[in-house]
């Protein structure tokens, strides 16, 4: 299995419909990150965790909200999908002064 | 937030070749991340540098950090097609420990023709 889980793998959408990306991790790290990568901007935080109480934004999370269900899962959610959130959207877990497992990628379409 | 500059964006070259792609900021890092993308996939952690001047070598792949912390260059040596890959560069947002998230510069896409 995977260290970083990413479901699901591809999805499409319509505008105003709530998805939610889940994540998983098996690596027993407290730290959790949610990115979403668009061509010619790279990769941009949307939200980060550091333990299971402690949530924070990062430099893009207007549109998005993020769940710690445990220190193995966190979720992202778009309560109100709009064409320019589709991306490629990555979660990453580490822990202190290492660097990032990442995991596969969800692709997600707004139509 | 530090500004990372990848150069350059797009490089296509033959097996065989050799090739540098750079990482610069006008500030100091306190550390810096190589990374390596494949498509389809997420980042791939490379290596780490810390110390200015310091020089890692994995494979056919060099990394160098400069003296003054403010650049860093990757060097590789007779590219493969496995190579090919978007390559990223990241360094720790704040101090590190309680404050450590990553900043990524945009990358350099690279592209190794059989």
């Known amino acids: 299995d995977a260290d970083v889980t990413q479901t699901p793998r591809n999805r499409i959408t319509k505008t105003g419909k709530r998805i939610m990306l889940e994540c998983s991790q098996t690596k027993g790290h407290d730290r959790m990150y949610w990115y979403r990568q668009d061509p010619g901007l790279g990769l941009r935080l949307i939200y980060y965790s550091f333990d299971v109480k402690d949530i924070n934004k990062g430099e893009i999370s207007d549109g998005y909200s993020v769940s710690r269900q445990a220190q193995a899962k966190f979720s992202l959610s778009l309560e109100s999908a709009i064409p320019n959130q589709t991306a490629l959207y990555f979660c990453?877990?580490?822990?202190?002064?290492?660097?990032?497992?990442f995991g596969s990628g969800t692709r997600l379409t707004v139509v | 937030t530090q500004l990372l500059e990848q150069s350059p964006q797009f490089l296509s070259i033959q097996e065989g070749e050799n090739l540098t792609v750079y990482c610069n900021s006008s500030s100091v890092f306190s550390s810096l991340q190589w990374y390596r993308q494949e498509p389809g996939e997420g980042p791939v952690l490379l290596v780490t540098?810390?110390?200015?001047?310091e020089v890692k070598k994995l494979k056919r792949l060099t990394f160098q950090f400069g003296d003054a912390r403010k650049d860093s260059s990757l060097h590789i040596t007779a590219a493969q097609p496995g190579d090919t890959g978007l390559y990223l560069c990241a360094t720790p947002g704040g101090s590190g420990g309680s404050n450590y998230k990553l900043t990524f510069g945009k990358g350099t896409l690279l592209t190794v023709n059989p």
């Open positions: 990453a877990t580490s822990e202190s002064g290492e660097g990032y497992t």
């Open positions: 540098v810390v110390t200015g001047g």
